[in-house]
């Protein structure tokens, strides 16, 4: 029996809003879950397993029409669907209007309930979200009925207010996989026991690493599943390590060239670290309106020599903190204050 897992598609949402790309990324997130359908088509799983947040709010009725057809095109096989803390259910949502085809599920309580599937030997059991947040473990104490079948768990969260759970526990409970949804990253819960799909695609440019969906088939064995990478888009954060003689120049050519370096899907979180002149300032804007630059930070500090400082403000309360301070034991906090210190008293911003 084969199954496709996906979780955290976020239909509807527009990433790095207020930059020219916004609009290509926001089709992007339709394209790359119409490929994950393509490969539905192409390798005819019987289960495909959408665990959470498939739209990024309250779904329109628009996109559930199209969502539907999309998954209209495989009518062989079922889909098994929870809505999650960004597209929770409420009286009235599309979600439970009668528009979905033949061969989807929509778990509509958000108490546990089973979808059995004799032919395959197979019982799936899962819980759809009515408000933003869970603070109750709902999935630690669920125990499948018919412990003969293979069982299996779609699951929605895994923070204090999503719904924490132990996979652990919930696998010695007699469940034989649990498909999970809620954090971006994607990875093993327990090997070949229990996954976090992790998103799609990225949705901000804190979602880094790697994403897409997992593909394995169940036997007499267990589960045999593996990840599979989709590259419409992928954040990247790259840091500049500056000094006292950086400059502008020098930050905008290391800019340009990973630009130029790094396949196109590429985008980038850029943070300049270190120490700078202190009478000098980087203009980063200039750097933020490149192609493909999501932001960049300057988090440098700068590189003062107290010991010039002292004797040009030996007499003045500035030479008189910078004194103060080297009195006292030495370490990073106290390195810390006598720098944001002399940023204060020299009128720059700590």
């Known amino acids: 029996m084969k199954f496709i897992h996906i979780a955290d598609v976020h239909l509807g949402v527009k990433p790095d809003q207020g930059k020219p790309w916004s609009e290509q990324r926001a089709r992007q997130i339709w394209d790359s879950f119409a490929d994950v359908i393509g490969v539905a088509k192409r390798e005819k799983p019987e289960f495909l397993f959408v665990t959470g947040d498939l739209f990024h709010a309250q779904p329109l009725k628009k996109e559930v029409r199209e969502v539907s057809r999309l998954f209209g095109e495989i009518p062989d096989t079922q889909v098994l669907l929870i809505a999650g803390n960004h597209d ?32 395959y030997n197979t019982t799936v059991y899962g819980l759809s979200y009515w408000h933003r947040e869970i603070r109750d473990r709902r999935y630690d104490d669920l125990r499948p009925v018919n412990r003969s079948r293979c069982n299996i768990l779609l699951a929605h969260g895994g923070d204090e207010r999503h719904i924490a759970f ?93 630009l130029e370096q790094r396949p196109e899907y590429q985008y980038f979180r850029l943070y300049i670290k270190g120490k700078k002149d202190p009478e000098y300032s980087f203009d980063v804007q200039e750097i933020g309106k490149l192609d493909r630059i999501v932001d960049i930070t300057d988090q440098t500090v700068p590189d003062y020599d107290y010991e010039k400082l002292l004797e040009e403000h030996a007499d003045s309360i500035l030479g008189e903190y910078i004194r103060s301070m080297r009195k006292k034991e030495p370490g990073v906090c106290t390195a810390k204050a006598l720098e944001y210190g002399v940023n204060a008293l020299l009128g720059y911003d700590c």
């Open 166 to 258: 132990s996979a652990e526990r919930i696998l010695q409970n007699g469940f034989d996989y649990i498909a999970a949804g809620h954090i971006h990253r994607s990875g093993w819960l327990m090997p070949h026991k229990a996954v976090m799909a992790g998103s799609l695609e990225p949705t901000d440019c804190n979602d880094t690493g790697p994403h897409g969906y997992w593909m394995g088939t169940f036997g007499a064995a267990g589960a045999d599943v593996y990840f599979y990478p989709l590259r419409h888009c992928e954040y990247c954060h790259e840091m500049y390590q500056a000094d006292r003689n950086t400059t502008d120049r020098m930050l905008w050519d290391w800019a340009k060239e990973l």
């Open 88 to 119: 929770y259910l409420r009286e009235k949502s599309y979600y439970l209007a009668d528009l979905w085809p033949d061969n989807v599920t929509v778990f509509k309580k958000e108490e546990a309930e089973a979808v059995d599937f004799p032919e």
